[in-house]
């Protein structure tokens, strides 16, 4: 039964790439939770590699079976990780004024992060019976609107603002790939800048005063436009060659306890310099350009479209959280994949990695 | 759909790809060019400011909320001390620094060095308070070698002071230093380790209104961690003032006629629920609690048998014992039991069963109606009432009157008290109802709890025929910089009607004319609270701790002073349009009418004495 060609058409560059984004992953996180922190927490490195471990399980299931399954389990595994959220809303565990994480025995779990993949399967699977050339007319896009308006809102009642948003791009990337009619888009447009102003009115003073600071942290000196500045100084100072592992200083200071998840960018490039940022920046792009290409070589809709949009959430990912780091871009919660602690978050990333490995394994597989 | 399905084919999604690829590429090079920017053109200028960290966060108190009284007399303060404090990362070597201050201000070493360690958990850039309040002499020596002190600072906060020390001490309450579980609690936003938060009464309740908010300042500091130059600033929120519906002379003249017993005191203007004072005594001094206190103060004060830290107002439960008489005649003429011309005669006892319940007037009170049974508070007469209402119907009175339920006045811990009914004894204790119980109900005795100042909303509503005020402590609220943030007088949901009595006009016009008997005819029990020029109507209560068995000839006067009874009055003034309503209520006092009336006639006195 056993067909050769899974073997042959396996994806070695992706699991290596996939291999070396965690190596260096980890060996980010143990300087984050060490370097010069008063009190250190090697542990985090070690439920790391747990996690690690469980995310590669998650991806060899990932990559085992026919990935077109998932094209008619689409609606199952997306009602699953509805019900989780809401699930969180009514269960969730508090922690710092928000409901993100299910308890569920020794484990918690994010389902947020989870419930992006359950999107891309779905949108995947609508998109890939209804694209065609002309473009898809605002009848059509009702129904994925639905699909994402309803994730997007759970998530954004938690409140988790990074995780939500990502829902809304993700789905807007990979509307726009399938192509919208001219028209439509037209109008799309037309409304969206025209409701702004109407948006802007009825938002409360508080409310107002809360986008600006998103969008401009400068507004907000002692909360997240002191930790943009303390980010932008760890970064620059790391200069051409960078401090040295262990070496970073900026860790000591009190934007706690984001830069082992959030800002964990800073880490690295305060320790390994420009060139150390260039080799993960190009690692990251190598994994897209990767994705791309099996999306590329895929010879049928669903798959292409999926794994167009798997990689499409990685890009973003990258390019929020490092723009964020960076300063170019307003502080919100999005992990760095593999690099940023967090269990959901690699385990979201290595069940991504192998559905591209899936794809790409059975692009010679007719149905 | 199907023809347009064949066309959207590999081919042409794979031209839409080289558009992604493009566009991701392009971020890539906007991502690259961004890193080129901060760590190889802007590279020095950041390597710079990275070492020694100098960009700081530095916090500004907020200073807390005053309270004044409801004349805008002041009442709590605030009052800058200094904190000195240390930056470990700074004062390097530690030792040498800690030397030095052992030198200039001649704190012993070992336990700076207890602070410091205890702290080990804690950023090496977070200030580490070394001592509190060091005083302006330190502060001065400090200052003037503070280059010989790297690392060492001195941090400007300022500090609750109460003005008037122990006066309305349960009702202002205190602060405390937040704890972990506070913290953690998400209750307290804006809020760090060290901060000091309201932990009781007022300064709790009102918290939020109180506390302000935070300011900070970004700066840049030198090597040994002096500011250099300050980049941001916002600046600290101060908390709203708070305006007491207190009466600052009336609450000191309740404490001074409190002085050396236990009880509490409450008064309210029964036209508004207004708590004009509130006293309970023991009292204890708040500016104890903020300066910190040993360990043996604070077992002394918890271990005290007068339960100084109590609010004997709102948490301290008695039988109300003859106030209660109240309850009884508005639920007998209510639910058509008596009314104003039956009459009982009182023998000095009365034969329930094989028991004889007595009468405190062991001689008798002979023939007697409802206003002269009020007067003088004969218990034989309410026997008779009680027995043929029964527990239940009195227990729905008493509710309805507000007792057996908090009174929701916004202070801690408030107390609910106990209305008894047969069920409730059947399912606390297993055993049913016994009916020579609800003899005892019926004159306040028995399982009956209530708190004072449910007592004191049950006299203010008979005095203002008949509407129940939720007590209210707060008159108004205003910002720092004197807008009305909340005002008791402007809107009707400010004034919280509770309810109204169940008892029609002219069963109260008959309660207040007992009432008024109390105080003013010879006979009454509350005769020693007559006042010449001011009416006052009341009702004494005493507490029996030894129950009065038949055959215990022994007196009040000559028991062991913890089994004593309690003294309890309520009273208003004046009778015909109240302005004032007390309770007093003396622990171990004996008589309400020796002990606890003549404390509610000062009061009324001194009260109206100004505006008669």
Known sequence: MFDRRLLEHFDWALLGVTFLLGCFGLIILYSAVTAGVPTPQKVLCIKQVVWYCVGLCAMVISFLFNYRMLDRWAHVIYAICIFLLIAVFFFGNYVGGARRWLILGPVSIQPSEIVKIAVIIILARYYSKLANVRGLVLRELIHPFILTIIPFVLILRQPDLGTALMVVLIAGSMTIFVKIEKRSLAYIIAFCTGSIPLVLYCLKGYQKQRILTFLNPDRDPLGAGYHIIQSKIAVGSGMISGKGFLKGTQNALSFLPEQHTDFIFSVLSEEWGFLGSLIILMLFLMLIIIGLNIAYKCREPFGTILSMGITVMISWQVFINIGMVIGLMPVVGVPLPFISYGGSSILTIMICIGILMNISMRRFIAE | MGKYLKTADSGWYRQRLTGVVLCIVAVFVVLIARLFYLQIIEGEEFRRLSENNCIRLQSIEPSRGLIYDRNGILIVDNCPFFDLTVILKDARPIEHTIEKLFQYINIPASDLMRKIKRNKGISFYTPVVLKRD???????????????????????????????????????????????????????????????????????????????????????????????????????????????????????????????????????????????????????????????MSHEEWNSLISNPFRPMENKAVQGEYPPASTYKIITVIAGIEEGVIDENTTFYCPGHYKYGDRKFRCWKRTGHGSVNVIRALAESCDVFFYQVGQKLGVDRLAWYAKACGLGSPTGINLDNEASGLIPTAAWKNRYTGVAWQKGETLSIAIGQGYNLVTPIQMLVLISAVANNGE?????????????????????????????????????????????????????????????????????????????????????????????????????FVAYAPSDEPKIAVVVIVEHGEHGSSAAAPIARELIKTYLGGTL
């Not at chain 2, 900070?216 to 916002?234: C, D, H, K, M």
């Not at chain 2, 309810?499 to 005769?527: D, I």
């Not at chain 2, 020693?528 to 009040?556: F, P």
């Open chain 2, 134 to 292: 060091i005083g302006r002499d330190a502060l001065a020596v400090i200052e003037a070698h503070k280059f010989d002190l790297s690392g060492v600072g001195v941090k400007v906060r300022p500090r609750r002071h109460y003005i008037n020390r122990r006066s309305a001490a349960h009702l202002i309450g205190y602060l405390g230093e937040i704890n972990s579980n506070e913290l953690k609690s998400g209750k307290y936003s804006g809020c760090r380790a060290g901060d000091f938060i309201g932990k009781f009464g007022v300064e709790r309740a009102y918290e939020d209104f109180l506390r302000g908010k935070h300011g900070g300042r970004q700066v840049e500091v030198n090597a040994t961690g002096q500011v250099v130059r300050i980049l941001e600033t916002v600046e600290a929120q101060a908390g709203h003032n708070i305006f007491l519906t207190i009466d600052q002379p009336l609450q000191q003249k309740a404490e001074e006629l409190l002085e050396g017993v236990a009880g509490a005191v409450a008064v309210m203007d029964p036209t508004t629920g207004d708590i004009l004072a509130m006293a309970s005594s023991p009292s204890f001094d708040q500016n104890a609690f903020v300066k910190g």
């Open chain 2, 468 to 568: 129940i005020y939720t007590p209210s402590i707060i008159k108004k609220i205003e910002t720092a910089e004197g807008k009305l943030v909340y005002d008791v007088n402007n809107s009707r949901e400010n004034r919280k009607l509770a309810g109204r009595l169940p008892a029609s006009r002219q069963t109260l016009e008959l309660v207040k004319k007992g009432l008024w008997e109390v105080v003013n005819k010879r006979h009454g029990t509350a005769n020693i609270a007559h006042v010449d020029g001011i009416d006052i109507s009341g009702k004494t209560g005493t507490v029996q701790l030894v129950s009065r068995k038949t055959n215990d000839n022994t007196y009040e006067e000559d028991r062991a002073p913890h089994l004593k009874a309690h003294a309890w």
